[in-house]
């Protein structure tokens, strides 16, 4: 049914853009049921500017602020109301403006000529020691000349911003050490204007925030702590760190996990921009408002890599506001990498869905935090971070948190071990059993059971969580167990004649885990249901138990309740793979700084490999194969992303046929297009962007797909279709199957067609009805192998 759904949906999306542009995204927002209250800002998108030729940045931009006060004075009737209302003037790369407006006026001003869209400032949700050795740049804590380290300089001069809760300057993490001079191409600022204390250096060469979107939902301005760059929640340290932070020897977080912690691009220069804020508005911590205005500045900055470990519900592009800012910012030369968001295991959930952005998922590395839960002459394994440990090595009652709720509270709420939901006298002294899913964070599923006097806890998994435990800090002795494990507990504590009984062991650090990597169960899952031709996620990197530098100001578990305070602490989300993906990036543009977004992002996904450490192929969380819709090509390869012998590039130009594809017409592509465009003559199909992956949501009969590769490897060189693994029920060819190259820079077009075989066969089970396949080219063994996925579902006849 998702898949139906996404296919549906994306023939809707096309519809509706037939439609007045700025109209059609409106009424698409109230017809969905987000009708925003009575009184509420909106986001008034203008596209690109056309500033005159020989103007200064300031008095364009002083023009472009003036413009959108007359835009909205002629619907208001009064300019001055106009400019109370405006709190963002997008101004440089951008064209439009944040203003708290009526659902009416919005309603107007969508139908202005010269608007694109008009939407709510909605909000959108904040999304190593081990992981970089796990991807082979370094050798217990040794990094070999061979390194992608070593090769692409560790990132040197690149600089990487950070769409996130700011930064913690203090952080070893953002030492400058023996950094040079800051490069004169960096225009950023460190605006610590409220906050003294708040340093920038060499390494952290600029922090900016931005708030005027989160208090005008919060409905009152920002208090103090919210006027800095200062991170007061540990996110935002956390990841801009792992894709940029410098190496600091001896982290580790409660005792786990020592070593070397380092991000991405070790030598990489690093930029905060402060876009999330505590505590949340109507659970959101991430307005729209704000993060376009971060966008603008970062592409004015001077970066060369954004990563933004945020998200939100799926979108059409220009009510997008991490779309539309990525666009701008891809145009200008800056790689964009994108969280796909917490909302798996199901199908169709991921998110940050458009083609010029990277999108990554999550999945586990080789290092695990083992403890023990005994019972029943049983002993199950789990997860841990926990601090402490049981008193005794004597075995403690057991007891299941739907058998211990609190007077006056509903069972509902203790099975999820919800704060004050249990009832200390059934709990004290024992250890309770607590579902995972649902309610509040794992941690404060600890708290809660920790108030009503319980020793310890063990938190199952449901079915939905399948095998995936994460390793937290709890504080007390905890263990997260997967849904077997659960199941065998549970019977156990049920059944047995006698009171039931267990211990906890505390937890250890030990890594070669196998099979690794696997996918996160948290980790969203494709199929895209906005343009399902495009797959996404784009690739998978290490997001589960990483271990980076945190708030002086926030604990571990990011609740009032917690006074603990770390130097370094342990996280999971596509927050946490999102910047891995990043520093590679960082990596591959100090080797090669001419190289566009798009090819950046092709050599991260063509050299991206679906096989395990085992050479077996990564499983999903409940340990079956796995499929594009959960890695897209694959998990990443530094290494060889750095040298990936072909690329499948785009332009700026290749979007906006993309766009036409999608039925704009040349009136709105003029609005979001700094100067006319018009759509190419023949048809453009959105299966021929020249993506490096293919998707084909309808096969019937015959479809070709068009595809062009450049060669950045050797200047003479020949690849062939070495392998062509075809879909099940569908016969793939490729025409040519050899591309001989003269040429670094060359450019070479191939095609793909695909015919559904007869009689037809249908395809693996819980795929939503899609094969899987791939191309690849090779010029030859032990050299170059770009490797393209393929998901093909056919119609069936």
């Known amino acids: ?17 037939l439609l007045p542009l700025a109209v059609s995204f409106l009424l698409c927002a109230l017809a969905a049921g987000t009708k925003p209250p009575p009184s509420s800002s909106y986001i008034v998108y203008l596209g690109a500017h ?28 009064d300019r001055e109301k106009a400019r109370d209302a405006i709190f963002y003037s997008y101004t440089k790369n ?91 191409t960096w225009k950023g600022i460190c605006q610590n204007e409220h906050d003294p204390t708040f340093k920038c250096n060499s390494k952290l060469i600029g922090a900016r925030y931005f708030n005027k979107g989160y208090a005008m939902e919060a409905g009152h301005p920002p208090p103090d702590r ?107 030369g800056i790689t964009v990498v994108c969280s796909a968001t917490n909302n798996g295991p199901d199908f169709g959930t ?26 029943n002459r049983t002993r199950v394994e789990g997860q841990s971070l926990s601090e402490a440990s049981l008193r005794t090595k004597s075995f403690y009652p057991l007891i299941i948190a739907t058998d211990a709720v609190a007077p006056g509270r509903k069972v509902e709420d203790a099975q999820v071990c919800m704060l004050d939901s249990l009832d200390a006298a059934k709990v004290t002294g024992k250890i309770v059993v607590c579902c995972v899913r649902g309610g509040v964070r794992r941690m404060e599923k600890g708290e809660a059971v920790r108030r009503a006097g319980g ?24 263990l997260h167990i997967n849904y077997t494990d659960g199941l065998a507990l549970l019977a156990y504590i049920k059944s047995t004649p006698s009171p039931p009984s267990g211990f906890i062991s505390k937890a250890t650090t030990i890594v070669g885990v196998r099979p690794a990597p696997v996918m996160a169960a948290f980790s969203s899952v494709g199929p895209n249901v906005l343009n399902p031709e495009i797959l996404k996620p784009d690739v998978t990197a290490p997001g589960v138990a990483i271990i980076a530098p945190w708030s002086g100001m926030a604990s571990p578990s990011d609740r009032p309740w917690d006074e603990r305070r770390v130097d370094f602490t342990i996280q999971s989300g596509t927050s946490m793979s999102c910047p891995h993906v990043a520093g590679i ?49 694959g998990h990443v390869f530094p290494a060889r992303a750095l040298d990936p012998g072909l690329v499948y590039d785009a332009s700026y130009r290749d979007y906006l046929n993309f766009f036409c594809a999608l039925g704009y017409n040349a009136t709105a592509m003029c609005k979001f297009n700094e100067t006319r465009y018009a759509c190419p003559a023949a048809p453009v199909a959105v299966r021929d962007l020249n993506y490096p992956s293919i998707t084909l949501p309808d096969l019937a009969g015959l479809t070709t797909v068009r595809r062009r590769v450049r060669n950045v490897g050797a200047p003479r060189s020949t690849y062939t279709a070495a392998v062509v693994r075809e879909p099940e029920g569908v016969q793939v ?24 075989r007869v009689p037809f066969v249908p395809a693996p089970k819980g795929a939503g009805g899609y094969g899987f396949g791939a191309i690849v080219w090779s010029d030859g063994p032990g050299n170059h192998r770009v490797r393209t996925p393929l998901a093909i579902r056919r119609r069936k006849m």
């Open 50 to 77: 056309s500033h005159r030729a020989g103007v200064s940045t300031e008095e364009a931009s002083t023009v472009a602020t003036e413009s959108h006060y007359d835009l909205l004075g002629s619907v208001l009737g």
């Open 733 to 756: 060819t490729v025409t040519p199957t050899t591309l001989a190259f003269g040429a670094v820079g060359e450019e070479k077009e191939f095609q793909v067609s695909f015919v559904a």
């Open 94 to 184: 951008i064209n439009g403006f944040a203003a708290k407006l009526e659902p009416a006026v919005a309603a107007a001003i969508a139908k202005r000529p010269g608007v694109v869209s008009v939407f709510p400032n909605r909000g959108m949700r904040m999304q190593t020691t081990r992981s970089w050795e796990f991807m082979g740049l370094e050798n217990a804590g040794v990094v070999p000349q061979w390194s992608a380290w070593e090769v692409a300089r560790y990132g040197g001069d690149t600089i990487i911003g950070n769409l996130d809760s700011g930064v913690w300057p203090e952080s070893l993490s953002f030492n400058d050490g023996e950094m040079g001079p800051i490069p004169d």
């Open 226 to 332: 919210l006027n800095t760059p200062r991170d007061d929640v540990g996110h935002g340290s956390h990841t801009l760190a792992t894709a940029g932070g410098s190496q600091v020897n001896g982290a580790a977080a409660f005792g786990y996990g020592n070593g070397t912690a380092r991000g991405g691009s070790p030598r990489a220069r690093v930029a905060a921009y402060r876009v999330c804020f505590n505590p949340p508005v109507n659970d959101v911590e991430c307005f729209d408002a704000d993060i376009l205005a971060a966008f603008e500045a970062a592409i004015a900055d001077g970066v060369h890599v954004i990563t933004a470990s945020v998200g939100g519900e799926q979108r059409d592009f220009f009510e997008d506001t991490v779309a539309i800012g990525s666009l701008h910012a891809t145009k200008a």
């Open 585 to 633: 990036a960082g990596l591959v543009k100090t080797l090669h700084p001419d190289w566009s977004p798009a090819a950046i992002k092709s050599a991260i996904m063509t050299t991206a490999t679906d096989l395990d450490m085992e050479q077996r192929p990564i499983l999903n969380p409940f340990l079956q194969p796995a499929t594009p819709f959960s890695y897209g090509s």
């Open 1 to 17: 049914m998702a898949m139906e759904t996404g296919t549906a949906a994306a023939a809707q999306s096309t519809r509706r853009l």
């Open 455 to 478: 020793v310890g806890m063990v938190l199952v998994n449901d079915e939905e969580g399948g095998s995936n435990v994460i390793a937290d800090a709890h504080v007390l002795p905890a």
């Open 350 to 375: 991921v998110s940050n869905l458009a083609p010029w952005v990277i999108t990554v998922a999550a999945s586990t590395t080789d290092r695990a935090f083992p403890g023990y839960l005994v019972f």
